[in-house]
């Protein structure tokens, strides 16, 4: 077994704090990732609280992973040692069911093995993120890194910018069309980038008048506060898409009625609490309430590839793995521009 320092959470109301486990050793398809950096996304925190239900303790967070290959097992084709290597936010699936048979691995009918608060195929060995100093995962699993951007600002792009990138994709979002953005956060400020470089007129849409000049500067065409009722009724009827980054509880009603006949809602953002849809948001203007979840991985190098070829990073801001749990305080505030990424040299 491979000894591995990291940070992990013994229960829903305990702080992060140092953790030292093993992980398996390199098998023969396997790489080993020395992690040099690791994104913090909110759903780290909503697992870590227990806020879905179901979390597994301890748990060490972490899925926006980037880091240099250290060993290759005997059968590796695609890494060699020192390649730069990314892992997301699954590392196996069952490779068989239809879904992983299509490169969807994400909606794996029989067990998607999530990067952390998961269990490998055989469903007793518990999974450990990218809170950590190595992690050692199936190639088929890994993702290739390109040395051209910021190593720092890619980690989010594991998660972050899969998660807009993905439904932006399936819906063919792109020329022509008007996309409004939700919240402008560590998703938002994603779903920004990509959809201008796609070529979307982008409309950032917030609660915080403060965020104008920060859309603007991140792509976006326009930016409207959602408190002003004036300008959301000027509003209906203006938009092809939507794209929901908002992981709090948030009135879906009022952004389907901003939707034209025929437009598509997508929710990316997970809220702990249901949501109430009224049947007549729909009905009235045949429109579309759909979800999308990251992406498979063959999507998933599409767009870090996209994105090299783009110059598309996140914007980050790095901290030491000693301030994780003051960084958990600062997303519920949503003070952050726009993502958390910790140094893994601190720890």
Not at 30 to 52: F, K, M, N, P, T
Not at 237 to 266: C, E, Q, W
């Amino acid at each position: 077994m491979i000894p591995v320092k990291g940070y992990a959470v013994q229960n829903a109301t305990a702080p992060l704090d140092a953790f030292s486990f093993e992980r398996r050793e390199v098998g023969e398809h396997d790489v080993l990732i020395d992690i040099l950096y690791c994104g913090v996304c909110h759903s780290d925190i909503h697992q870590a609280r227990d806020e879905w239900g179901g979390s597994k303790y301890p748990m060490v967070p972490g899925h926006e992973i980037v880091g240099r290959v250290s060993q290759v097992g005997s059968k590796v084709s695609k890494f060699k040692e020192g390649d730069l290597a990314g892992i997301g936010c699954f590392v196996d699936s069952c490779r068989t069911c239809p879904s992983c048979q299509e490169g969807l691995e994400q909606y794996c009918e029989v067990h998607n093995v999530g990067t952390y608060n998961s269990y490998e195929l055989d469903k007793k060995t518990p999974t450990y993120g990218g809170y950590s100093s190595k992690i050692v995962v199936d190639e088929k699993y890994t993702l290739k890194v390109s040395e051209k951007l910021e190593l720092s600002r890619v980690a989010p792009l594991l998660c972050a910018g899969i998660t807009t990138y993905s439904p932006l994709m399936q819906w063919k979002v792109g020329k022509g069309h008007r996309l409004a953005v939700v919240g402008l956060g560590g998703l938002g400020h994603m779903a920004v980038k990509i959809g201008a470089s796609l070529g979307a007129n982008v409309t950032v849409l917030s609660t915080s008048p403060s965020k104008e000049q920060d859309a603007i500067s991140l792509g976006a065409h326009s930016f409207a506060v959602t408190k002003d009722e004036n300008l959301m009724r000027e509003l209906r009827g203006s938009f092809d898409f939507i794209l929901d980054t908002v992981s709090a509880p948030h009135d879906l009603n009022m952004y389907l009625s901003l939707l034209k006949r025929d437009g598509t809602m997508i929710l990316v953002g997970a809220p702990p609490e249901p949501a109430g849809v009224a049947g007549f948001s729909l009905i009235a203007g045949r429109k579309r309430l759909v979800g999308s979840m990251i992406g498979g991985i063959q999507e998933t190098q599409e767009m870090l590839d996209y994105c090299a070829e783009h110059n598309i990073m996140s914007d980050v801001e790095v901290i030491p793995i000693q301030e994780i749990n003051q960084a958990y305080e600062r997303v519920l505030k949503s003070d952050v521009k726009y993502r958390f990424v910790i140094d893994m040299a601190t720890l």
